[in-house]
């Protein structure tokens, strides 16, 4: 069965002339086959793009967790390597590059909050689950369209 889940990271990023810009992306995952995962959701990224909406894949295996967040004319590429020295800072931490148009014009850390990590935990679905869930909210939005009018 293929899962689904939802994650956060926030951080900073310094472009090349200096400028330090807050970054953060929320997004939804579904499994595609083994580790791989596609998302989409939204990123924040100041100057680079600000409640811009974005796509991406993820690919999970032993030795490392790779994320390639695309939105507008930027890519946000990061690796996570686990580390059993360190697994807490290893699963947490996300060294980034950001590029735009295959240029790099930032780079930075962004960071998993383990306040985070209820609503993360409990965001793991299996996809039938998340199916039905978006087939329920697009009937809902449909009936309430009727009630109220509009298209």
Not at 28 to 36: K, L, S
Not at 103 to 110: D, F, L, Q
């Amino acid at each position: 069965m293929k899962l689904s889940f939802q994650e956060t990271m926030r951080g900073e990023v310094m472009s090349l002339s200096g400028y330090v810009s807050p970054i953060a992306f929320h997004i939804r995952t579904r499994q595609t086959h083994g580790g791989h995962f596609e998302f989409d959701g939204v990123v924040h990224a100041g100057p680079f793009g600000d409640e811009a909406t974005c796509q991406g894949e993820l690919v999970i295996s032993l030795g490392a967790l790779v994320y390639e967040v695309r939105w507008n004319d930027f890519v946000l590429k990061g690796k996570k390597t686990p580390s059993v020295f360190s697994p807490l800072r290893s699963m947490t931490v996300l060294p980034v590059t950001l590029e735009r148009k295959g240029e790099a014009v930032a780079s930075g850390t962004m960071t998993f909050d383990l306040l985070d990590l209820p609503s993360f935990l409990a965001s793991w679905l299996p996809m039938p689950t998340v199916h039905t869930r978006r087939f329920e909210a697009r009937h809902a939005a449909v009936a309430r369209r009727q009630l109220v009018g509009g298209s």
